[in-house]
Antibody, heavy 121, light 105 residues
């Protein structure tokens, strides 16, 4: 059974950086692209970016370009999302998700449980 | 690419046939998916490639369309279908979601 387990909720001060993790089990970590998705309270889904764990290639949504870094650690089958210069608008649940098919970025099949990031002073 | 779903909210009854529309601001071929999200949960993939039913998803869900106009249909709505539904385009690496359609039963 494929499982994506994310790190716990966190509270951060404005202007700081947050790094959250997503550990993948039950599937070959390097075979599937991994995505991050943001959901602000009561709002819809917004794609943040992706990483190809096989070669580390990353793509980011324009809205997050310059503030987000997504990485993959193949030694621990864990992906990370780091978001800097946090503002109140970054308060949201962040989900990780793996793609549907091997070596394709398309469609999000397996999802983590979500990590709530609260930005507050 | 902008995706516009309609309606944004739908009041329905058990047994109803429900149709949700998703329009893309430019052509995306068939690179469209539909997700279901229940409160406090992660989204669930229902349909991909516009019309392919994901394994394990009940057959009352179906998708159609290509280019810029797509539909998700739920025949004979069930109480467990209470959720918000999102379309998603993956024509390129610039992935986007529709704003969501909330179903109330």
């Amino acid at each position: 059974e494929v499982q994506l387990v994310q790190s716990a909720s966190v509270v951060k001060n404005p202007g700081t950086t947050v790094k959250i993790s997503c550990k993948v089990s039950g599937s070959a970590f390097t075979a599937y692209y991994l995505h991050w998705v943001q959901q602000a309270p009561g709002k819809g889904l917004q794609w943040v970016g992706l990483v190809d764990p096989e070669d580390g290639q990353r793509m980011y949504a324009e809205n997050f370009q310059g503030r987000v870094t997504i990485t993959a650690d193949t030694s621990s089958d864990t992906a990370y999302m780091e978001l800097s210069s946090l503002g109140s608008e970054d308060t949201a649940v962040y989900f990780c998700a793996t793609a549907l098919s091997v070596r394709s970025f398309r469609y999000f099949r397996h999802w983590g449980q979500g990590t709530l990031v609260t930005v507050s002073s | 690419i902008q995706l516009t779903q309609s309606p944004s909210f739908l009041s329905t009854s058990v047994g109803d046939r429900v149709t949700i529309t998703c329009r893309a601001s430019q052509g995306i071929g068939s690179y469209l998916a539909w997700y279901q999200q229940k409160p406090g949960k992660a989204p669930r993939l229902l349909i991909y490639d516009a019309s392919t039913l994901q394994s394990g998803v009940p057959s009352r869900f179906s998708g159609s369309g290509s280019g810029t106009e797509f539909t998700l249909t739920i025949t004979s709505l069930q109480p467990e279908d209470l959720a918000t539904y999102y379309c998603q385009q993956l024509n390129s690496y610039s992935i986007s979601f529709g704003q969501g359609t909330r179903l109330e039963i």
